[in-house]
C-alpha cells in the first residue's frame, strides 16, 4: 500500500500584523475538521505565536531557529514531526523576506521554505486596495525568482465583489492562484501586551472561536487546492543530535516551573531531556507550596512582572528555591526565572516586590525594549550549559533589565551583516545556579547538557 500523501506549506505575510497567527490557527483547526493529522510550526524564536498553535490544535507547535539550529539538526527535528503527520502548517516570521539582517536567505521565512523544500503562501492584506495589490504580489515574486511562491490567500476582504477584483488582479498581473480570502472577525483577534501575544495558558481554548474561524475559512478558502499546490514529496534530510549523555541523565529528575508566570519551552528541549532519560516533574511558582524532590530545576522565560504581587506573596514557595540554591541543586533560569531570581523586582508602576533572593541583584521594568533579537554569547567562566570558551546562540526579548554585584557569566554580541552593531555582559553563575536573559534551544550543540546533568548526579 502507498504511503498517505505529506503536505507542508509555509505561511508568510508581507510583514507581521497582516494576520498570519490567525490564518493558521484557522487553517490547522479546517484541516483537523478533515480528519487530517496536523503539525504546527513556527519559524523562529517565537514562544507566543507557537503556543497559540499548540492549544487551538492540540498538538506541541515547534520552533524551527535556523539561527540556533544547524541546518542537518532542523531538517532532522521536522522530519521526525512529520513522521506522524498528514499536514504541516509552518507559520512564518515578520515578512516573508525579513531575517537576521538584510541577507534575505539568513533566518528568514522564505530562506526556511527553500531549506524543506516546502512552497510559500503569501498573505496578503486586501483592505483599502484594489489593482495595486498585484504590484505588491509580483514585488515578492520577482524579489527572489528561485522561491515557490504557489499561491496567495487575501486577509481582511469581506466581500465577495472586492475579493473577485483583487483576484483577477493577481491572476492576471502575476499568474498565481488566489486560494481565497478572510473576512475582518473582531471575535477571533488574538489579544496582546508588551512582549507581543498573550500566552494561551492565560486564556481558555474556547473553541466556538475557532471553530467558527476553521468554518469560515473552509467557506472562502479553497482547502483542497491549497493541498494540491503543498505535496510533500521527500523529507528533508539530517539528524538531530544527543543533547546530554545518557548514562548523566537516567534516572534524574528535573522540577521544571510552568504555569501562567513561566511558560517560555522549546518542546524539543523537553522531549530531547526526556529522551535522555530525565524524568519531568511540574510545579507552580505561583501556586504551590514547594518545588517536587528532584535533582535540577528550570525556571523558563514568561511574564513574572505580571504576576509579580503573587509570586511575591507566596513566600513558602521562594524559601524553597532559596533552600535548593544552598544545596547546590543545579538551577537553571532563562529570561523570567532570571527575574525570579533575584532579591526584588519593580514593576511598571514602580512598585518594588520581594522575589526569591537567591541572586543578588534585582530587576527594573521599563518602558522600551531592553535587548531584542539574537545574540551569541561566550562563557567567560564555567557555567550550567557553557564551559568558559564556549558559545550560546541564543535570542534576547524583554523590558526589564537586572543589576547585581555578581561578574557576568557571559560575553554577548549581536551581529548584523557580519558587523557587530552591540556587545554587552550578562548572565549570573553562583553556586550550582546559572541564569540570563538567553533564551537557548539545546539542540545547537551535542551534548551541550552535560555540565548541568553532571553536577545533578550528584544529589541522587
Known amino acids: 500500500m502507498a504511503a498517505a500523501a505529506k503536505h507542508a506549506f509555509v505561511i508568510a505575510g508581507t510583514s507581521s500584523g497582516c494576520g498570519k497567527t490567525t490564518v493558521t490557527l484557522g487553517l490547522l483547526r479546517a484541516f483537523m475538521q478533515r480528519n487530517l493529522r496536523v503539525q504546527p510550526f513556527k519559524i523562529g524564536p517565537d514562544y507566543l505565536d507557537s503556543g497559540w498553535h499548540s492549544a487551538v490544535s492540540g498538538i506541541a507547535s515547534r520552533n524551527l531557529d535556523a539561527f540556533m539550529l544547524p541546518t542537518s539538526t532542523l531538517n532532522g527535528l521536522f522530519a521526525k514531526q512529520m513522521q506522524h503527520a498528514d499536514v504541516a502548517v509552518i507559520e512564518g516570521v515578520m515578512g516573508l523576506y525579513d531575517g537576521y539582517g538584510t541577507d534575505p536567505n539568513y533566518c528568514s521565512s522564505a530562506a526556511m521554505a527553500k531549506q524543506l523544500g516546502c512552497p510559500v503562501i503569501l498573505l496578503v492584506d486586501g483592505k483599502a486596495v484594489s489593482t495595486s495589490i498585484a504590484a505588491t504580489v509580483m514585488g515578492f515574486q520577482r524579489f527572489d525568482p528561485t522561491l515557490n511562491i504557489a499561491g496567495v490567500i487575501l486577509n481582511r476582504v469581506n466581500s465577495d465583489s472586492h475579493y473577485q477584483l483583487l483576484a483577477d488582479a493577481i491572476t492576471r498581473y502575476c499568474g498565481l492562484p488566489v486560494l481565497g480570502r478572510l473576512p475582518v472577525m473582531a471575535d ?14 492565560e486564556h ?11 468554518q469560515q475559512i473552509e467557506e472562502t478558502v479553497n482547502l483542497d487546492h491549497l493541498l494540491a499546490l503543498s505535496r510533500l514529496n521527500t523529507l528533508p534530510q539530517g539528524a538531530a543530535p544527543a543533547i546530554a549523555d545518557a548514562a548523566l541523565a537516567d534516572g534524574l529528575t528535573l522540577a521544571l516551573a510552568e504555569d501562567e508566570a513561566f511558560n517560555f519551552y522549546y518542546p524539543d528541549n523537553l522531549e530531547m531531556l526526556e529522551h535522555a532519560g530525565v524524568k519531568i516533574q511540574r510545579f507552580s511558582p505561583l501556586h504551590d507550596a514547594k518545588i517536587p524532590d528532584c535533582q535540577m530545576i528550570w525556571l ?54 520581594s522575589m526569591c533572593g537567591v541572586l543578588p541583584g534585582h530587576s527594573q521594568m521599563g518602558q522600551r525594549l531592553t535587548r531584542f ?72 550543540r551535542a551534548n551541550l547538557l552535560n555540565p548541568w546533568l553532571t553536577l545533578a548526579r550528584n544529589h541522587l
Request: proline share 5%; aromatic share 8%; with cysteine.
Open 373 to 444: 533579537g539574537y545574540c551569541e554569547a561566550t562563557a567567560v567562566q564555567n557555567t550550567l550549559l557553557a564551559k568558559k570558551g564556549e558559545t550560546l546562540r541564543g535570542h534576547e526579548f524583554h523590558y526589564s533589565d537586572f543589576n547585581g554585584p555578581l561578574p557576568a557569566a557571559l560575553d554577548c554580541c549581536k551581529w548584523r551583516d557580519g558587523v557587530a552593531v552591540s556587545r554587552w555582559q550578562g548572565g549570573v553563575q553562583q553556586q550550582a545556579t546559572f541564569a540570563s536573559y538567553l533564551h537557548v534551544h539545546f539542540a545547537q
Open 300 to 353: 523558563g522565560g514568561g511574564y513574572p512582572e505580571v504576576h509579580v504581587a503573587k509570586l511575591a506573596a507566596n513566600s513558602r514557595m521562594r524559601e524553597s528555591l532559596q533552600a535548593a540554591h544552598q544545596q547546590h541543586i543545579p538551577l537553571y533560569a532563562e529570561c523570567g526565572g532570571l527575574m525570579y531570581l533575584g532579591e526584588t523586582l519593580t514593576d511598571s508602576e514602580g512598585e518594588t516586590h
Open 204 to 214: 481558555s481554548p474556547q473553541d466556538e472561536r475557532w471553530q467558527r474561524l476553521a
Open 188 to 201: 477571533v483577534e488574538l489579544p496582546s501586551r508588551h512582549l507581543g501575544l498573550v500566552p494561551a495558558q
